[in-house]
């Protein structure tokens, strides 16, 4: 008896949906978030553009460069500024 190779594949499609229906994308706890540019980040931060621009030559902030624009990553940058004792703390 021969098995239709049609059939066969329903089969593994099935089994393949069953498979994923338990792996589920990137959870809400953990969106992917595109960059953002400096005029982004001074409206997070509350900051001035000069501020941003000294933060970024400083290294205090995290900064990609894409092409010739900068953007950044809202989660690196505040996880840098956490982790940089703030001049006035001291």
């Not at 978030?33 to 980040?41: G, H, M, R, S, Y």
């Not at 030559?57 to 092409?67: A, V, W």
């Amino acid at each position: 008896m021969t098995v239709n190779p049609f059939e066969e594949l329903n089969l593994r499609f099935d089994k393949l949906e069953s498979l994923l229906a338990g792996i589920s994308p990137v959870t809400a706890a953990d969106p992917v978030e595109k960059p953002i540019n400096t005029e982004e980040l001074c409206a997070f931060l509350g900051i001035t553009r000069p501020t941003a621009v000294r933060y970024r030559k400083k290294g205090t902030i995290p900064f990609l460069l894409i092409g010739s624009a900068i953007r950044y990553d809202r989660r690196a940058v505040l996880k840098a500024l956490e982790a940089k004792p703030s001049k006035r703390s001291r």
